[in-house]
């Protein structure tokens, strides 16, 4: 009975020490509510679509254009800013291996040949040379009382689940800047043809207006005038022309592609308004500039905000910093590393081996730190208020931009009406106009007034149809749209982490939202 008290008196110490390593220090995190955050019950805009839930991944899609489809994909292939957020994720994961070595028994091999001479004695006689080889196997182990290095892994998870975050936003950026350069060159192409148009017809008018000068029916101040329009037409297309092959060059800048490939492929390529003939009167303003086929976002607030990556990182960045107090306060408490060593020492010649061994516990106590202590526990503290402070801030920002995107959707689907209609009318009536100068039955100043409210309503036209185009873009890219679930699971994401961990940190999640209570 006595011995079976003696080897539990001995296990005591042991299974006290895996208490306490099972205990870590600091608070437990727990994820903001959206009621901390600052999240609305509902939108204040009014919803298009009556707020349908649509799967936002890969919403460009929904604009129903190949050619788009293939640029946001070769921007992500080619882009450097995705480049650069993988290599984030990748310094992230090696911060995580690290932290979590730091949770395992150290060993490191050392062997040393000493060849040394004893020197001669006083009579003279020198000693013969002598080999010694020596070699050892060194131990250490510094032991997770209070969980300050789990707290650590933890803090490191938290940075690395960060940086796949900011990776899946470097991506939601790219495709709605790739997307917004898009639609900006066919907006562009699509004025380029109303001035090409427009030089066309005031060619054609100064053709006529000298002919009817010729003929006296008109004054040389009519002709000036018509070679003066004709000349502006000239102007306004060659500006238009330079617009063009900025559009261009930004695109090649966001897909990486040479800008001479990507103009031939745009050529090539009709856009989406190829077939207006096709699409509902209600839906004609789709003409020349793509728009979603299928709008519609999510209604709940709280849907739209979750799936941003943005947000998804400044949590993660929250995480980390509580976790980081944990770190802090850990350091105020006492530590105990077990050390020890096994070697061997030969002596060649001699044949002679001597064996040693050491083992090493050591208790380390902070006493009196001059308040360095306190003060790091009250940094990390105070880096969890900032993180919070900005994480409610950026969720903040977050609302405007999908209430900002709403009301541009809004506004401009009901301006496209509009729009067309005074596009229609003074169409119609620029080329009554046209008919009546042939005739003679109107003058030349009443026609370029006509054509100029006809260019005029067809810019706006155009501009409607690219608000529309562009508001969509910015509210996909408000409500996280791009690789979020369900399609973030299948997405080609940085591989994770290793889920190996040591045995004093088997409590420790992969995505910690809570650690083990003191």
Not at 485 to 499: K, M
Request: hydrophobic letters at 40%; proline letters at 6%; charged letters at 20%.
């Amino acid at each position: 009975m006595k011995t079976c008290t003696r080897r539990y008196s001995r296990l005591l110490p042991m299974a006290s020490l895996a208490l306490l390593s099972a205990c870590a220090v600091g608070p437990d995190y727990r994820p903001p509510t959206p009621t901390v955050s600052g999240v609305p019950q509902s939108w204040h805009a009014r919803l298009p679509h009556d707020g349908e839930i649509s799967e936002l991944a890969q919403w460009w899609k929904q604009f129903d254009d190949p050619l788009l489809t293939e640029l946001v994909e070769t921007a992500e292939t080619h882009h450097p800013s995705i480049d650069q957020a993988l290599g984030a994720v990748r310094e992230a994961r090696a911060a995580v291996m690290s932290s979590r070595g730091g949770l395992f028994p150290q060993l490191n091999a050392n062997g040393t040949m000493t060849r040394s001479s004893g020197g001669s004695d006083t009579s003279g006689t020198e000693s013969q040379p002598f080999t010694l080889f020596n070699g050892s196997l060194d131990a250490s182990w510094e032991i997770d009382l209070f969980g300050g290095a789990r707290r650590g892994l933890e803090a490191s998870q938290a940075r690395l689940q960060a940086a796949q975050d900011n990776w899946d936003e470097a991506r939601v950026t790219l495709a709605a800047e790739v997307a917004d350069a898009y639609v900006e060159r066919r907006y562009c192409e699509r004025l380029l043809a109303l001035y090409q148009d427009t030089l066309k017809s005031r060619e054609e008018t100064e053709r006529l207006t000298t002919l009817k000068l010729k003929a006296g029916f008109v004054a040389p101040a009519d002709e000036a005038q018509a070679k003066g329009a004709r000349y502006d037409s000239e102007n306004q297309l060659i500006a238009q022309e330079g617009v063009c092959q900025q559009d261009l060059n930004r695109l090649a800048q966001l897909t990486a592609m040479p800008a001479g490939a990507l103009e031939k492929r745009l050529a090539a390529t009709p856009d989406a308004g190829a077939q207006a003939a096709a699409v509902p009167a209600d839906k004609a303003y789709r003409s020349g500039i793509p728009v979603p086929l299928h709008p519609a976002v999510p209604s709940v607030p709280a849907a739209i905000l979750s799936q941003r990556p943005d947000l998804m990182a400044a949590e993660r960045d929250l995480a980390a910093a509580s976790a980081n107090i944990g770190v802090a306060v850990a350091s105020r408490l006492p530590s105990l590393s077990l050390g020890g060593s096994i070697g061997i020492n030969h002596l060649a010649h001699a044949g002679n081996d001597v064996r040693s061994w050491s083992f090493a516990p050591q208790i380390s106590l902070p006493i009196f730190e001059g308040g360095a202590g306190r003060a790091r526990v009250e940094t990390a503290r105070a880096q969890y208020d900032q993180a919070l402070a900005q994480y409610r801030g950026d969720v903040l920002v977050a609302v405007q931009e999908v209430e900002d995107a709403l009301t541009r959707v809004d506004a401009s689907v009901r301006r496209a009406g509009a729009a067309r209609e005074s596009e229609r009318n003074y169409s119609a009536l620029l080329t009554s106009q046209e008919n009546r100068y042939k005739l003679g039955e109107t003058s030349l100043l009443e026609l370029e007034d006509s054509r100029r409210l006809a260019l005029s309503s067809r810019q706006q036209l155009a501009a409607v149809q690219l608000e529309i185009s562009q508001s969509w873009i910015a509210l996909y890219k408000a409500a996280g749209g791009g690789w979020n679930d369900p399609a973030r699971a299948a997405a080609p994401r940085p591989n994770p982490v290793s889920q190996s961990q040591a045995p004093a940190a088997a409590a420790v999640a992969t995505k910690p939202t809570a650690g083990a209570g003191a």
